[in-house]
């Protein structure tokens, strides 16, 4: 299997704009995670899923974010309309099940909001 | 609040040395798992080590080791040996149905 693949890399968009972030999970996981990285906060997680359904999105910063897991195998992370502050690295990670199992990450989404 | 602490922001450890990175964590579930991630500066997150929290015994992965407090809910790292490439961030966390990550400690392994 490939890994978790994540798209794009990099993403530079301006203030206003929406953006959308895509996640393939590894075929066969059951666990879907998105995490946001900063240098202020941190990995901070901010929706899981299992078995495609949200199970919390406590951690999703406000209604301007949005996730979806249409199925097994994609995922997207929606920020609309994006503000400077949203500036980060974006992560998706994979586990094969909820508990105790390692869990595989993509290579991150860096996201800048001009 | 925070469910996973890491107070260090920042280690800096002599190679060959050992250091030591601290964590604790605060859950209501009696079944949950306990984790190690590294990040070197290529982005990519590896597993270091894991814990079983109704394991006593605490996880060795060769120069890698924990000390596991359940009662005290205190989860550090003991790197041993330390060597150039185990320069990276260094992130504590915690699996009771919600994988939480702590904010990370940058460890700078000096040649």
């Known amino acids: 299997d490939a890994g978790v693949i994540q798209s794009p890399r990099h993403e530079v968009t301006e203030m206003g704009q929406e953006v959308t972030l895509r996640c393939k999970p590894i075929?066969?996981?059951?666990?879907l995670f998105w995490y946001r990285q900063t240098m202020m906060r941190g990995l901070e997680l901010l929706i899981y899923f299992n078995n495609n359904v949200p199970i919390d999105d406590s951690g999703m910063p406000e209604d301007r974010f949005s996730a979806k897991m249409p199925n097994a195998s994609f995922s997207t992370l929606k920020i609309q309309p994006s503000e400077p502050r949203d500036s980060a690295v974006y992560f998706c990670?994979?586990?094969?099940?909820?508990?105790?199992?390692?869990?595989?990450f993509g290579q991150g989404t860096r996201l800048t909001v001009v | 609040a925070q469910t996973v602490t890491q107070s260090q922001p920042e280690m800096s450890v002599q190679e060959a040395e050992t250091v030591t990175l601290s964590c604790t964590y605060d859950t209501s579930e009696s079944n949950y798992y306990l984790f190690w991630y590294k990040q070197p500066p290529s982005r990519q997150m590896i597993l270091v080590i894991r814990q079983e929290a109704y394991k006593q015994q605490n996880a060795t992965e060769n120069r890698f080791s924990v000390n596991f407090q359940k009662a005290a809910k205190s989860f550090s790292l003991k790197i041993s040996d330390s060597q150039l490439g185990d320069t990276a961030m260094y992130f504590c966390?915690?699996?009771?149905?919600?994988?939480?990550f702590g904010a990370g400690t940058t460890v700078t392994v000096r040649a």
């Open positions: 966390a915690l699996d009771d149905y919600k994988l939480s």
């Open positions: 075929s066969g996981h059951n666990s």
């Open positions: 990670a994979s586990t094969l099940d909820r508990l105790n199992t390692e869990a595989f």
